[in-house]
């Protein structure tokens, strides 16, 4: 067990050093890299690089290098896109935005097979249950890994606080903030200046740092697969052709719920990517300055953490439809305060405000969204994740894709709009299943469980 606990720990840690270089990197592009939009544009550009990744990239890459190759070759493509972020231009982090958007899906689909292999093995050799033993390593990653929202962003905002260029922001210059954005890139001319080059490239070393660790750590200390069960796993790698699994991802469009549920699945990227595209930017760095939005983005990260646990626990007694109910209600009075609320600095508590309940929000449409696909297409789970995969992404690409040409108020009414549609369509689905099965609950506190590690791995 201590052998096995090690590989764990190693790869959790891996994950921590990583995803807290990535994760405080994202939060910042569009302020940070604002010229021209390039920073949402990178964005957008890595979530379509993520989806051709997750179609065929997964299967041929821990078949040919195995689980621990795999997680520390697409380690090191996360660590280019910091390297990008040293000298941001179209040249640099365009590149390297594809290159970390096709490292991602390796990257998730090595980390799972290995704790999956990882926790199979043991369950054999001690006699118990391996899907006991495999939610127990995946529990113990999640506990580690979920932390990486809060450090990244400390580290942002403690090194961009130490600027002396901040700036005292006219009230003039806060009309530009908020909802009626002007389209100019205010961000640079305004209180929440560009920190200096020494800050910036202080920032991007320390993530930098932290992603080589992670490589180093997996390198040094992970253990190799061996070869009886690698080559289990590799079979099972094999059994589906790309062909097939490809055509059987859009095979599946044919059920009639998998169609309903686009919608909300999209409405996940939208919002994800409005919060940390939009929000960040023509709100928080606008009005406070850019060393904020880190403070403002682990309010979002703890909210989204406890929330996720606690629905997680109360679901069951609940139900799914009063959990969706809540996220609608919170996420749309959010939508309407944010299209009256004029930004100003007085108001710093508000600021913190809006991320807390859409956090709050977001631990819905996650662990729900994934339990439902779950639960629905029980006989068809590679299908019907790997579609959501697919839409969530698009989502994204399109969030970030417009995030430049378009005022914020405009894209609040757009995510507004997707929302009702994502309830009207979930609806319908919710009908379609107690017309087909009456009487029968959709989901129960054992199949909330035992989704997680399943969903993540898709």
Request: aromatic share 12%; glycine share 8%; proline share 3%.
């Given at each position: ?8 720990l ?8 990583l ?6 990197l994202?939060?910042l ?14 964005l957008?550009?890595l979530?379509a690089?993520?989806i ?7 299967p041929?890459?821990i078949?040919k ?20 972020n040293?000298?941001a231009s179209?040249?640099?982090l ?7 958007g096709?490292?991602?899906?390796p990257?998730?689909s090595a980390?799972c097979?290995?704790?999956t292999?990882?926790g ?32 990244g962003?400390?580290?942002s ?10 700036v ?7 009309e530009c ?16 200046a ?9 920032l ?10 992670a490589v180093?750590?997996v390198?040094i ?10 080559e289990?796993e ?5 059994a589906p052709?790309f062909?097939?699994t490809?055509?059987?991802t ?6 009639k ?5 686009i ?9 994800q990517?409005?919060?940390?595209g939009d929000?960040t ?21 703890a ?7 606690l ?12 959990l969706f ?6 996420n749309?009075a959010?939508?309407?305060a ?25 631990a ?13 297409f029980e ?9 959501y ?13 417009y995030?430049?040409?378009?005022q ?10 997707v ?7 979930y609806?319908?689905?919710?009908y379609?299943e107690?017309k087909?099965?009456?009487?029968t ?15 993540t791995?898709l």
């Amino acid at each position: 067990m201590e052998r096995n606990l090690k590989n764990v720990l190693v790869i959790s840690f891996g994950f921590l050093l990583l995803f807290t270089a990535y994760g405080g990197l994202q939060s910042l592009q569009s302020s940070l890299n604002s010229e021209e939009g390039l920073g949402v544009a990178s964005l957008s550009v890595l979530y379509a690089a993520l989806i051709l990744s997750s179609m065929f990239l997964p299967p041929i890459l821990i078949k040919k290098l195995g689980c621990k190759w795999t997680i520390a070759i697409s380690m090191c493509c996360y660590i280019a896109f910091s390297l990008g972020n040293f000298y941001a231009s179209w040249y640099t982090l365009i590149p390297t935005s594809v290159i970390l958007g096709l490292g991602g899906a390796p990257l998730w689909s090595a980390k799972c097979t290995y704790l999956t292999i990882a926790g199979s093995s043991y369950a054999e050799k001690a006699g118990k249950n391996a899907k006991d033993i495999i939610n127990q390593y995946f529990g113990i990653f999640f506990l580690v890994f979920q932390s990486s929202g809060i450090w990244g962003n400390l580290i942002s905002s403690l090194i961009l606080s130490q600027s002396s260029t901040k700036v005292e922001i006219s009230e003039e210059d806060l009309e530009c903030c908020g909802a009626h954005n002007c389209l100019t890139d205010t961000t640079n001319t305004t209180g929440s200046a560009k920190p200096s080059n020494s800050l910036i490239y202080t920032l991007l070393g320390v993530y930098t740092a932290s992603g080589v660790l992670a490589v180093l750590l997996v390198i040094i200390f992970l253990d190799q697969i061996k070869s009886d069960q690698a080559e289990t796993e590799k079979e099972k790698l094999e059994a589906p052709s790309f062909w097939s699994t490809f055509l059987a991802t859009f095979r599946h469009l044919k059920d009639k719920r998998q169609c309903l549920l686009i919608p909300l699945t999209m409405y996940s990227g939208f919002e994800q990517g409005f919060l940390s595209g939009d929000y960040t930017k023509v709100y928080v760095t606008c009005a406070l300055g850019i060393q904020y939005v880190g403070y403002v983005m682990i309010c979002f990260a703890a909210v989204n953490s406890l929330c996720s646990l606690l629905f997680g626990k109360i679901s069951q007694f609940t139900g799914r439809k009063l959990l969706f109910a809540l996220a609608t209600v919170t996420n749309t009075a959010c939508i309407i305060a944010l299209l009256l609320w004029k930004p100003h600095p007085k108001q710093l508590a508000v600021f913190f405000v809006f991320p807390a309940l859409w956090g709050l929000s977001d631990a819905v449409w996650q662990t729900q969204t994934n339990g439902l696909y779950g639960i629905l297409f029980e006989k068809h789970k590679e299908a019907a994740f790997a579609n959501y995969r697919l839409w969530e992404s698009l989502g994204f690409v399109i969030a970030f894709g417009y995030s430049t040409k378009l005022q914020a108020y405009i894209k609040l009414y757009i995510l507004l709009s997707v929302l009702v549609l994502s309830m009207l369509t979930y609806g319908a689905v919710e009908y379609l299943e107690a017309k087909s099965s009456p009487g029968t609950p959709i989901a129960t506190k054992k199949e909330n469980g035992g989704l997680h590690s399943q969903e993540t791995c898709l």
